[in-house]
């Protein structure tokens, strides 16, 4: 059974830092890998999108890198700032129980301070 | 371009009432997954829809249960509610360019907050 997991669970640090979010897998056998957004009481908001057969995936100011052999992704992002305060999520697109779903880790959240 | 719009926003309910939910998708999506977040499970997949038929669906009971319209607009059902539904219920959208839209980008509405008293 495909179970994701993220660390730290929650992080605080000042403006300007960089800093890395970790993800991993216990099932490398994954169509696809997401790291998404959200903001208190909202929707979540899709970052980046890493295909198996990839590496990486970069988009600003955000990096996201896959080892499926090591069933690790890790989501960097550099230069925080206090808007990117919310928790993230990353989530393995897998197929389970005869259907295709993506499952979610518990989450990162996030809070970048002046 | 509008966005995925989730109606209601907030949801009161009872033990035992039933209660539907309604998922308008980006225009020109025709891929529809819906999505329960709680404090205490996360995020779950409930079920997807792709061309008004179920072509996906999560570890969830039968009194869980959806539907999709032409129009690719989405309605989730919950019958015999129980105080463990109370959560936030997410809905996202998606091209739906095949059958099969693993490597799709999904854009998710502001979600329903359902409470069960």
Excluded at chain 1, 35 to 54: N, V
Excluded at chain 1, 57 to 82: C, E, F, M, V
Aim: aromatic share 10%; proline share 4%.
């Amino acid at each position: 059974k495909q179970e994701v997991t993220q660390i730290p669970a929650a992080l605080s640090v000042p403006e300007g830092e960089n800093l890395v979010l970790n993800c991993s897998f216990t099932d490398s056998a994954i169509y696809n890998l997401q790291w998404f957004r959200q903001d208190p009481g909202k929707g979540l908001t899709s970052l980046l999108l890493i295909q198996s057969s990839q590496r990486e995936q970069t988009s600003g100011r955000l990096n996201a890198s896959l080892d499926k052999s090591s069933g690790r992704s890790t989501l960097y992002i550099a230069a925080s700032q206090p808007g990117d305060s919310a928790t993230y999520l990353c989530a393995v697109r897998t197929f389970s129980g005869g259907y295709n779903k993506l499952i979610f880790g518990a989450g990162t959240r996030l809070a970048v301070h002046p | 371009k509008a966005g995925v719009t989730q109606t209601p926003r907030y949801l009161i309910k009872t033990r035992g009432q039933q209660v539907t939910l309604s998922c308008s998708p980006i225009s020109g999506h025709r891929s529809v997954s819906w999505y329960q977040q709680t404090p205490g499970q996360g995020l779950q997949f409930l079920f997807e829809y792709f061309s008004e038929t179920q072509r996906n669906k999560g570890n969830f009971p039968g009194r869980f249960s959806g539907r999709q319209f032409s129009n690719s607009r989405s309605e989730m059902n919950v019958s015999t509610l129980e105080l463990g539904d109370s959560a936030l219920y997410l809905c996202a959208s998606s091209l739906g360019q095949t059958l099969v839209a693993t490597n799709e980008k999904l854009f998710f509405g502001s979600g329903t907050q359902l409470s069960v008293l």
